[in-house]
């Protein structure tokens, strides 16, 4: 079962940038899709972005595009997350999420979701 971890969470001023990763253990990341999700105190998870197993589609929330880029470096099982110009409504625990070569619009469709790692961005 393939295990993940996230890292890379800070607290940040607004305009700031992080990069995020999402690391495997246990299971070999290549053909498997990766999404990232976010979800604040008091609101629904969404969806951010998600990279196809083999990185040739990303996809990516309307509020982040432009601002955020998901890559993948299969060499070192790792999914990144890099994200600029972060604003307040970034604030949130964000997380990993698994699901075999496709993303899928079906949030549901996703296993082996990591622990989270916090983002705060504030003034």
């Known amino acids: 079962q393939l295990q993940l971890v996230e890292s890379g969470g800070a607290m940040v001023q607004p305009g700031g940038s992080l990069r995020l990763s999402c690391a495997a253990s246990?299971?070999?990341?290549?053909?498997?899709?990766i999404g990232w999700f976010r979800q604040a105190p008091g609101k629904e998870r969404e969806r951010v972005s998600c990279?196809?197993?083999?990185?040739?589609?990303?996809d990516y929330a309307d509020s982040v595009k432009g601002r955020f880029t998901v890559s993948r470096d299969n060499a070192k099982n790792t999914v990144y997350l890099i994200m600029n110009n972060l604003k307040p409504e970034d604030t949130a625990v964000y997380s990993c999420?698994?699901?075999?070569?496709?993303?899928?619009?079906?949030?549901?469709?996703?296993?082996?979701w990591g622990q989270g790692t916090q983002v705060t961005v504030s003034s």
């Open positions: 990279i196809s197993g083999t990185g040739a589609s990303t």
């Open positions: 999420a698994a699901r075999a070569y496709y993303c899928s619009p079906r949030t549901d469709d996703f296993d082996s």
């Open positions: 246990g299971f070999t990341l290549a053909y498997t899709a």
